[in-house]
């Protein structure tokens, strides 16, 4: 199985174009916001996660799950394909 993360550290909006959903059982896809990213109101993928840090240090509360530094540094190495956006 291939697995992408996708780094989200721009307030631009996504769509489906930019960022696919799992559609193939051979790739998995998950999203870290960051940064500016972290207010996202809707991102179209299975797995969304917040870097807790920076949610915090912007006071914004997150409906997705929080990861640390150390998290995102482990799917970071753990993952095929990264994409900043």
């Given amino acids: ?3 992408v993360l996708y780094l989200v550290k ?3 909006p996504l769509s489906e174009a930019l960022l696919p959903v799992d559609r193939s059982a051979d790739q998995q896809v998950a999203v870290i916001l960051l940064q500016d990213g972290v207010p996202q109101p809707h991102i179209p993928a299975k797995q969304v996660y917040v870097l807790e840090d920076d949610a915090a240090s912007r006071g914004i509360p997150s409906n997705y799950p929080s990861v640390s530094y150390a998290d995102m ?3 970071i190495f753990e993952a095929d394909s990264v994409i900043a956006l």
Avoid: E
Wanted: aromatic residues 0%.
């Fill in 73 to 75: 540094l482990r799917m």
């Fill in 10 to 12: 721009s307030p631009v």
């Fill in 1 to 3: 199985m291939r697995h």
